[in-house]
């Protein structure tokens, strides 16, 4: 990341230049400190020069008022500022400056209480159709061939929206139909075989894009007009466009479906169709999905199960064997 954009990125005032030399220390570390997490330190950055005068300080005032969970805000959210606030006073002590840590007992424990939105088949058909509908834009010539494409990829593989955005030729093969991720999450890499039917739309997208696999494996597979990563703001924005178009409107409390909900949308409806129609156990459904979408255990995995009450009959019926093989049967005499 060049000096420019950080700059850019962060507002002018007395504690910039230390929010950027932590960023910078974190990168030197080789982490991954990026996207959410850059803007979530950008958010402390301006809380703290508008609590300051001359001198970069973190009171603990403001880190008390930075640190206060926000009305409509996930506790996963919090807790995440609240990780990057104490990191970066943290970070402020070592180098002999003011800053007040957070004790850890601040925040509950975290309680997982997130209710992603699971699309419907109908709705994933008519968001489809909606952005196969997508007229040629001067502006972003790629975008009405990039986002049927990117779509059918989030809701066919489950891939994170990073995942997916900086996919290069390199990464996919349309011979074998397999998309290979590089270190994500948890420098995680992995292959994602995908249906036919995927990989042969892929092929007849990347004919229409005109990608040449030989000479430009490094290009990416779905650009932004500049030819680089399509932006996360972009990709956002589109998706809610065609969300719209489609007639998928906000819930009640007002918030649009995310990207990421198709990738629990994916999970669900996989696990659904591998405990129900392939008469697998979540015992072994559950290790085979956690691969696919590149979680490094079971527990993340399953806190994107989210099933409607007639599939729990499918748990039910799984430990049915065990519970019958271990405990034993007892007798009263009445």
Known sequence: MSENKLSI??????????????????HSLGQKFEGSYIYCLRY??????????????????TVLNIAQRRDGEAQGTQLNRIRILRQ???????????????????????????????????????????????????RSPYIHMVMPAILRVFFGCGLRSSEARQLKLCNVDLTNG?????????????????????TAYLQRYADAMGFNFTTN??????PSPSGGVIHETTLRDRFRAILLQAGVSAPDDGTFPRIHDMRHTFIVYSYARMTGELGLDLYTAMPIIATYVG???????????????FDYSNITAAGAPFVDACVPEVMFNV
């Open 217 to 222: 494996n490094d290009a990416y597979f779905f």
């Open 88 to 138: 970066l006073a943290e970070y402020m002590v070592s180098m002999d400056m003011e800053a007040y840590i957070l004790p850890g007992h601040f925040t509950q424990k975290y309680k997982y209480d997130f209710r992603p939105y699971i699309f419907s088949r109908e709705q994933i058909a008519d968001i489809l159709d909606a952005a196969d509908r997508m007229e040629y834009s001067l």
């Open 295 to 309: 979680h490094t255990n079971i527990k993340d995995t399953e806190r994107y199960i989210h099933l409607p009450e």
């Open 178 to 198: 397999v998309l290979t991720v590089e270190k994500s999450k948890n420098l995680v890499s992995r292959y994602v075989p995908m249906t036919e039917s995927l």
């Open 9 to 26: 990125a962060f507002p002018a005032g007395t504690c910039t230049k230390v929010c950027l030399d932590f960023l910078r220390f974190k």
């Open 44 to 61: 402390i950055c301006q809380q703290m020069n508008q609590a300051v005068g001359d001198t970069p300080v973190l009171s603990k005032d």
